[in-house]
């Protein structure tokens, strides 16, 4: 007997319809239909981009259970046209990970993918875990614990239950050694931007404090960038402004007053540089989309300014 099967088709035509919907992004911003984006990475792979989020339903707050429980995964070559792929990872709802999944970020090495993200409890306790791929579409845990454990460091606020920020994995190499940075609370109340060391990306040490600034009681998303005149520049972002403070050395900032760079901007990854002319990807507080600007350092107060046609990216070769 021949039927057609509508249980298929449906699940078919609503990824298709998914995959296919386009907006003038660039104007707009990219999110995926029906759902808002947050924390974000961009991987590059053989000149596509690779866009995982966080996921949500617009109104509703990303503390309620049964919100933000799996990542958004999206592809481009231009930033003009965007694909939405299925979703590539959700939460483990008996793991320690049941609640939520927040801010992946992804790198290369060994021969595959490995994305750190924030797994979190049901009432908003959090971690940093692991998953590893080899095709950027399906991700496996690469183990059954998280890999960041900060009620294991003297200098962290961060109980088992009741709620404890630990998130916003940015990971880099430095010296032959992976650098972890990653926002969470001191024992005192206040945020901070705590760091990492590994050799195998699946064991790390704790580090620390790297910056600690005693006037917010929390940091956001994180990012590392080295100057080319050899200094280190750590973005963060939360409730007061995307700011920056500048450094000599990778492993610590000086408890100064950040520099601000715009007061909407709560995330930022960048994605090419041409001198003194960074292309960066944002989202904010007032719009959770995908969002492309440009900074400009030899302005005399840089920001973040937004590109709404394909011409602002000519001259970063996109």
Request: charged share 20%; glycine share 10%.
């Amino acid at each position: 007997m021949s039927f057609e099967n509508m249980d298929y088709n449906c699940y078919r035509d609503s990824v298709t319809r998914q995959r296919q919907h386009q907006e003038d992004w660039l104007k707009v911003g990219y999110a995926p239909l029906g759902f808002y984006l947050k924390d974000f990475c961009l991987h590059e792979v053989d000149g596509t981009w690779h866009l995982y989020h966080i996921v949500g339903t617009p109104g509703v707050s990303c503390c309620l259970p049964g919100n933000e429980i799996f990542f958004g995964h999206a592809t481009t070559r231009d930033f003009v046209t965007w694909a939405t792929q299925e979703p590539c990872f959700f939460i483990d709802v008996r793991g320690w990970d049941h609640g939520h999944v927040f801010a992946p970020y992804v790198i290369a090495d060994g021969g595959k993918h490995w994305m750190f993200y924030t797994g979190v409890a049901t009432d908003n306790t959090q971690r940093i875990g692991v998953a590893t791929s080899t095709d950027l579409f399906k991700w496996e845990r690469a183990s059954d614990q998280s890999v960041i454990r900060p009620e294991n460091y003297d200098w962290a606020f961060c109980p088992t239950t009741g709620g404890a920020a630990c998130r916003d994995a940015h990971v880099i190499v430095h010296d032959g050694i992976f650098q972890m940075y990653y926002t969470a609370v001191k024992k005192d109340g206040n945020g901070c931007v705590a760091r990492a060391s590994s050799t195998d990306l699946l064991n790390w040490n704790d580090e620390g404090i790297c910056y600690g600034f005693n006037a917010w009681n929390q940091c956001e998303s994180s990012n590392v960038q080295r100057m080319d005149d050899g200094r280190w520049r750590l973005f963060f972002g939360g409730h007061h402004a995307w700011s920056y403070v500048d450094s000599d050395n990778p492993l610590r900032w000086p408890e100064v007053t950040p520099t601000k760079l715009r007061d909407d901007i709560t995330g930022m990854e960048v994605i090419r540089r041409q001198g003194d002319r960074w292309l960066v990807a944002y989202f904010g507080l007032r719009y959770y989309r995908l969002m492309l600007g440009v900074i400009d350092w030899t302005a005399v107060e840089p920001t973040i300014t937004q590109i709404t046609s394909c011409d602002g990216l000519v001259e970063f070769g996109i």
